[in-house]
């Protein structure tokens, strides 16, 4: 660390201590007073949310459909019952089993501890509408970005965020976005049990390198599906405009198969990390001559450590989706994310843009994930 970074370490060490003091284990029962008419939807960084609009007034989800196995009428019964393998994996699974998000798949057993039921099977109380844990998340908790990696969270911060989504104080400020909502049902519905079981699961296993960063000019054409950008082609020949564009390294393996194994790739706009990394490190301050320009923001590393790997109850962030994290930054900044906790943010968020916003998880993102951070240990 240089002694620039230092001395603004220092400095908002002491501004720290002047903020609200957050009682992470109070659990929240109003609505988190979220105003959706104050939104910028003028400057959503719409690619975080897997949208290539913005909402119009009133536009929100339709619920989404519980999983079944039912055979839809345009299917060929036999490409969809035909087992399937994967390299390296023992099991064997037909596509209908893949969708099956009830009986959540297991490609790769020996990868983690035994599924606790509610990841295998979704919060009992659901009935049919029930999913597992590990069907949007995958059973190793890396996630995909349309939803969120889970592996590695403390178990604190993780039981926190279900009380969020149950109290309403954490919203998708984009109210087209399918799975929050559905996410937001599992909450509401999981037994205190069960969320024991899922916290510390997911927090027993480590986060590692998932996501490949890679700085370009361009694209490949992309579609959008279920709020996840698909290539069209492998060229590359669309500007990328600021944006990030993160698709599964191998459409197939993640999409068909749903390959735990199978990460994926951010496409970052070129110079970006440098850039994010400056905001992440020092908060964009500067030292002029003798005299200390403060920066847009406090440094990243004030709160999340040095290594971005999270500090106590703290998250995580060095080596994630940047997708996830952009959305989750721009929630926050808007309000929809409107925890005690998430106030930090608020006030971290306040003066950047969405631009700025890239950068930073350009860098966040590339940063890998140092092993030195061991998983936290369950509370029991
Ligand atoms: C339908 C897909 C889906 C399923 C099934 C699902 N989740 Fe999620 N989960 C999401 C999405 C989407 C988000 C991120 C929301 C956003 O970005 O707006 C999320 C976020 C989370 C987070 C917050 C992560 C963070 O870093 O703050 C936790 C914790 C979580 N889920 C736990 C669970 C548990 C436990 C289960 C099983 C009971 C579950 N999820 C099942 C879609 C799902
Ligand atoms: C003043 C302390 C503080 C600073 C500085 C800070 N954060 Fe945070 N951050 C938090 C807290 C606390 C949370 C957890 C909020 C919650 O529980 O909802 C958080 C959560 C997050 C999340 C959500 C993680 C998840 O899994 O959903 C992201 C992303 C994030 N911070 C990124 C950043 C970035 C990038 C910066 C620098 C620009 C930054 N933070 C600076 C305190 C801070």
Redesign the pocket.
């Known amino acids: 660390m240089n002694r620039y970074v230092k001395s603004i370490v220092l400095d908002?060490t002491h501004r720290?201590t002047a903020?609200p003091v957050?009682d992470?284990a109070k659990p929240t029962d109003d609505k988190g007073a979220i105003d959706f008419a104050s939104i910028d939807y003028a400057h959503q960084p719409l690619w975080a949310y897997g949208f290539d609009r913005p909402p119009a007034p009133g536009e929100k989800a339709q619920p989404q459909n519980p999983p079944n196995r039912n055979l839809r009428p345009n299917e060929d019964p036999d490409e969809q019952t035909k087992l399937r393998h994967l390299e390296g994996s023992n099991a064997e699974y037909s596509l209908v089993d893949i969708r099956d998000g009830q009986n959540v798949i297991d490609w790769f057993p020996d990868d983690h501890p035994p599924l606790p039921n509610v990841v295998a099977h979704g919060p009992g109380r659901l009935g049919k509408a029930t999913r597992g844990c590990g069907s949007c998340h995958l059973p190793n908790g890396k996630g995909r970005p349309e939803n969120?990696?889970i592996a590695g969270?403390p178990t604190a911060?993780f039981m926190?965020?279900i009380q969020?989504f149950r109290s309403g104080r954490?919203r998708s400020a984009d109210p087209r976005k399918p799975n929050t909502n559905t996410m937001i049902e599992l909450a509401k519905s999981l037994t205190d049990d069960e969320l024991k079981q899922a916290a510390e699961y997911f927090g027993s296993m480590r986060w590692t390198p998932w996501i490949r960063v890679v700085e370009t000019d361009f694209v490949p054409k992309t579609r959008i599906a279920g709020n996840l950008f698909l290539p069209l082609e492998q060229a590359k020949t669309e500007p990328i405009g600021g944006r990030i564009i993160e698709m599964p390294q191998d459409e197939e393996q993640a999409e068909l198969y749903r390959n735990p194994h199978s990460g994926f790739i951010a496409y970052v706009p070129a110079g970006s990390i440098d850039k994010g990394k400056d905001?992440?490190t020092t908060?964009g301050a500067r030292i002029v001559g003798n005299e200390f320009i403060r920066g847009k923001?406090?440094?990243?590393i004030?709160?999340?450590g040095p290594d971005l790997m999270g500090v106590a109850?703290?998250?995580p962030?060095a080596g994630?989706s940047p997708s996830?994290?952009v959305r989750?930054?721009w929630d926050?900044q808007q309000g929809t994310?409107n925890?005690e906790?998430?106030q930090?943010?608020k006030?971290?968020?306040a003066n950047?843009t969405p631009e700025d916003?890239v950068a930073?998880?350009a860098y966040?993102a590339s940063r890998p994930p140092t092993p030195a951070a061991a998983p936290p240990k369950p509370t029991s």
């Open positions: 908002d720290l903020l957050v992470t969120a990696g969270l911060y926190r965020q969020d954490r905001l992440v908060g923001t406090t440094p990243c004030t709160c999340h109850e703290i998250p962030i994630r996830y994290m989750q930054m926050m994310r925890s906790a998430a930090l943010m006030l971290v968020m950047l916003m930073i998880a966040v």
